[in-house]
Structure formats: structure tokens, C-alpha cells
């Protein structure tokens, strides 16, 4: 059972380039979710996803886009890379709860972007 | 999702118990307590939560004050590997899994 698996590792990226980080679970886990880390900081919530074809925008949304077409991806698009977005991004995945499905995260081991 | 208050730091000598306290005065009454860490940068691991009964696993207890305005992550054992950024997250249900992330409490466990 592979889990949450986020690709690639490590990016470094030119101001204005575009790139897409990859996120999937093997779980059946309906809620994904984005979240950047910066240093000494909690993780704060870029966009999320409670199914396939439902996202929704978290506390940082702008520069990135996502899509959720099924329910095992979940990749994060950065239109236009900026310095700023220069931080370790992890993808999260869980069950809704209903059922009494147990409902705690799952998380990636993240995606290290430096954008110069 | 209620704020939460943890200490930034706290240290344990190791195979003491480590009792990780966290502020959640806020808190409203359909709201989850979690708890998670975070080893060395990686991923976040779910350790435990709960409603308003204590709660035990394998990794953890959680004790959780009658007016649930305030909870304990208690490590019983700790050990160099318990060595990590702790974070308390208060969530209801619905609307997807969104956790609000503080600062956390960086634990040390030391010899």
C-alpha cells in the first residue's frame, strides 16, 4: 500500500516558468488537499477537493490551480513560478468520515520547490 | 475551525512522559481535538484525536478537560524518535479534511 505518493521530490524552477506537482493515493480517500510549508511555519492550506470534480479554494489560493477528474489525483498547477512560492508543498488525503470511516490525514512526503 | 495555543518548545529526557499541553478555549461542541507531528521537515503523521472522552492508542494518550476548553497529548514512554514538531488542531466535520496548522510545540527528547 503505497499511500499518499507526491512527485517530484525536488524542483527548482525560473521566475515565470509553469510546472505541475503530482499528488495520488491508492486509498479510495474522497477529501484531497494542498498545503505549503515555509520555514519555522505551520502548514497553510492552498486548495482542496471533497471528491472527483469538487475543489475549492484554501487560505492561499492564488498562483495555483488544481483539478480533481478522479478520485486518486490531485495535482497542483503553478501558472506563473514566482520567489514567493519557493516552499515544501504536501498533499493530504482522508476519508469524509460518514460510515464512521476514520478520518485522520494522510500526508505525502513533500514536494521541495525553489523558484530563482 | 477554533484557534489553538501550544508552548513553542518543550524538552524530555528520554523514557519520561511527555505531556504536550494545548489551549483550544474556543472550541464548540461538534469540534474534533487532533494532534499530529511532524518528524524533521517530512510529512505530518496523525497521532490521535478526540471529542470529549479521553482517548489511548499505540503512539499516544489524549486527555481532554471536562469543559474541553484545554487538552494533553501524553507520551508515555518518550523516545529520540519522539523527537518532533507537535501540532494540536481543532476541526469539525464536513467540508472536507481542512486542518489549520499552528506553530506547534517542538518537542526535544535528549538523554
Known amino acids: 500500500n503505497a499511500g499518499v505518493t507526491q512527485t517530484p521530490k525536488f524542483q527548482v524552477l525560473k521566475t515565470g516558468q509553469s510546472m505541475t506537482l503530482q499528488c495520488a493515493q491508492d486509498?479510495?480517500?474522497?477529501?484531497m488537499s494542498w498545503y505549503r510549508q515555509d520555514p519555522g511555519m505551520g502548514l497553510r492550506l492552498i486548495h482542496y477537493?471533497?471528491?472527483?470534480?469538487?475543489?475549492d479554494q484554501g487560505e492561499v489560493p492564488n498562483g495555483y490551480n488544481v483539478s480533481r477528474s478522479t478520485t486518486e489525483d490531485f495535482p497542483l498547477r503553478l501558472l506563473s513560478a514566482a520567489p514567493s512560492q519557493t516552499s515544501v508543498y504536501f498533499c493530504?488525503?482522508?476519508?469524509?468520515?460518514?460510515?464512521?470511516?476514520?478520518?485522520?490525514?494522510?500526508f505525502g512526503q513533500g514536494t521541495r520547490l525553489t523558484v530563482v | 475551525d477554533a484557534k489553538t495555543t501550544q508552548p513553542p518548545s518543550m524538552d524530555c529526557a528520554e523514557g519520561r512522559a511527555a505531556n504536550l499541553p494545548c489551549n483550544h478555549s474556543?472550541?464548540?461542541?461538534?469540534?474534533?481535538v487532533y494532534w499530529y507531528r511532524q518528524i524533521h521537515s517530512q510529512g505530518p503523521q496523525y497521532i490521535i484525536h478526540?471529542?470529549?472522552n479521553n482517548e489511548t492508542n499505540e503512539m499516544a494518550s489524549l486527555i481532554i478537560t471536562e469543559d474541553r476548553k484545554s487538552s494533553t497529548l501524553i507520551l508515555p514512554h518518550a523516545t529520540l524518535r519522539d523527537t518532533a514538531v507537535y501540532y494540536c488542531?481543532?476541526?469539525?466535520?464536513?467540508?472536507?479534511?481542512?486542518?489549520?496548522f499552528g506553530t506547534g510545540t517542538q518537542l526535544k527528547v535528549e538523554l
Open positions: 493530504a488525503s482522508s476519508y469524509s468520515g460518514t460510515g464512521g470511516r476514520r478520518t485522520e490525514a494522510f
Open positions: 486509498m479510495n480517500h474522497e477529501y
Open positions: 477537493s471533497v471528491g472527483a470534480g469538487i475543489t
Open positions: 474556543t472550541i464548540s461542541g461538534n469540534e474534533y
Open positions: 478526540g471529542l470529549k
Open positions: 488542531i481543532v476541526r469539525g466535520t464536513g467540508g472536507g479534511n481542512k486542518l489549520t
